[in-house]
């Protein structure tokens, strides 16, 4: 009795956690949100924790640059596994040009797994500075990740023109969030975008490569969070030779209209009598925390303008 006890306990003590999260899952659509809520941000601590080795280690070596690309494969590959969502990519050879300045549509903290499936071998993080002196700072710095002083406009620009140096010596890629904050609506739309990356663009002659995520409105939103498949829409490179400061301004309408266009082109079309009968439903959980509130530091940030 004593030696079948010895090998049941551990498997019932095992078990609990994992009967009771089932049974959370399916109590309702709410319980299921926040189990598989909890299974994501359970897999980004996982691959950060292994990170920080991964960080060291390739930074000895002279692979700094590439650490990026280890980690974003390894979190896709582990989360997208236990979460049951795929990514279908077009035009993913656009990304062999190197550098580039990789600018891609913001809509939630899910963004991280499909940056984890696009971003490619020696990409780069634009950062703001304060970031260098929190916990993620050493990992940021072993990774290769470029600084930026947000409150100092002079040092902002000195850092501005560093990126860019630093992106034509040593052949880095950059992946930026021109809209500056995450935006996710049943319709597919984007924000106004700032214009700090198209100013390192333009004064490093470094051309822009847009990434274009669908709405996955019908996949993750407050409140619901479900499985499927993701598409991905990579636009040829636009090259930036030969501009000046002047043509900032259309460069990024230009840019943005084209993203816009392939957003709208490859997200599912929206039934407006779908729309107002799901209204009430989600209305109804105006009582869940809003992303917001609790989300985990998503280092690649956006340009100031």
Known sequence: MAFLLSIFKPIAYFSLPVILIRTVAASSPIGLYYVRRGLYLGCMTAIATMGIVVAATMSLVGRRYDV?????????????????????????????????ILLSNHQSMLDILFVGRMMPQRTSIMAKKSLQFTPLGPFMIMSGAVFIDRGNSARAVRSLEAAGELMKNRKVSLWI?????????????????????????????IPVIPIVTENYWKIYRQGFF?????????LPPIPTEGLSVNDVPELTT???????????????????K???????????????????????????????E
Request: charged share 25%; aromatic share 6%.
């Open 68 to 100: 990026n690309w280890v980690i974003a494969r390894s979190f896709y590959t582990l989360a997208g596994n236990v979460l049951d969502i795929q990514v279908e990519v077009e035009g993913e050879e656009h990304l062999g040009t190197k550098p580039a």
């Open 177 to 205: 969030y021109p809209e500056g904050t995450r935006h996710l609506s049943e319709e597919p739309d984007l924000l106004p975008f700032k214009k700090g990356a198209f100013h390192l663009a333009v004064q490093s002659g």
């Open 226 to 234: 479900g499985t499927g498949v993701v598409k991905i829409r990579v």
């Open 254 to 272: 230009r840019v943005r209209d084209q993203m816009l266009d392939a957003l709208r082109d490859i997200s599912p079309k929206v039934d407006s």
């Open 274 to 304: 779908t729309q107002a009968s799901e209204q009430p439903r989600d209305s109804q959980t105006s009582t869940i925390p809003k992303e917001s509130e609790a989300r985990p530091s998503l280092i690649l940030v956006s340009f100031p």
